[in-house]
């Protein structure tokens, strides 16, 4: 069965400074992977996704994403944090096929310090 | 476009009373979820349909029924609420076929029960 372990259930940054989010993944078969992000009192907003091909893979708001399969991993970056990236981010597998059914992280909360 | 419609926003019930989550979207997504957001935990998936017609468990089913009659509606139903379903609720859609597509969210409902 697939699952999603994300390391670090707090992430603290200063505004400016490297935002990096881990996201490791089980899957038997190769996975679809992504990024949501949650805003406070909002649901779940689609940041980026893998399906197949390239595998570093480019969001919204300056967020992108690289799959390393020989590491199952899909760790979010972002080269300079800004204060509205302060959020809680989800890492999500799926498996596709007949159920797509799509298992998430348990969530890193990023604090943002001006 | 409405996306994905949750309704109530806000509900608090008695031990032991039932109430319905209703959830409807608009784009003629096959495959429709339910899933619960609890502190620490992430998202947790509890039933899930892949089609009119079709449902099955997810992860944390105990409590909770669903029916899948038409493609836009999917109610999630608390036949007896007890304080551990105490949660966020967010139903979420996406196109099925071949998976990959990710999920629409909807906004959530908060639910206490007392």
């Known amino acids: 069965a697939q699952s999603v372990t994300q390391l670090g259930s707090h992430v603290s940054v200063s505004e400016g400074a490297l935002v990096l989010l881990r996201c490791n993944y089980s899957?038997?078969?190769?996975?679809?992977l992504f990024w949501y992000v949650q805003y406070p009192n909002q649901g779940l907003q689609l940041l980026l996704k893998y399906t197949t091909g390239a595998t570093l893979v480019k969001g919204i708001n300056g967020f992108e994403a690289e799959f390393k399969k020989s590491e199952t991993s899909f760790h979010l970056t972002k080269p300079s944090a800004h204060m509205s990236d302060a959020a809680e981010y989800f890492c999500a597998v799926s498996e596709g096929g007949a159920t797509n059914k799509l298992i998430f992280g348990t969530g890193t909360l990023l604090a943002v310090q001006p | 476009n409405a996306g994905v419609t949750q309704t109530p926003k806000f509900q608090v019930l008695k031990t032991g009373q039932s109430m319905t989550l209703q959830c409807a979207q608009d784009m003629n997504h096959e495959y429709m979820s339910w899933y619960r957001q609890d502190p620490g935990m992430g998202l947790r998936l509890i039933h899930y349909?892949?089609?009119?017609?079709?449902?099955d468990q997810g992860e944390v089913p105990n409590g909770y029924n669903v029916s899948r009659s038409t493609t836009e509606d999917f109610p999630l139903r608390l036949l007896s609420a007890a304080p551990s379903q105490t949660s966020v609720y967010f139903c979420?859609?996406?196109?099925?076929?071949?998976?990959?597509?990710?999920?629409?969210f909807g906004s959530g409902t908060r639910l206490t029960v007392v």
């Open positions: 349909s892949v089609g009119a017609g079709i449902t």
């Open positions: 899957s038997s078969v190769p996975p679809y």
């Open positions: 979420a859609s996406s196109y099925q076929k071949t998976g990959g597509y990710g999920y629409t």
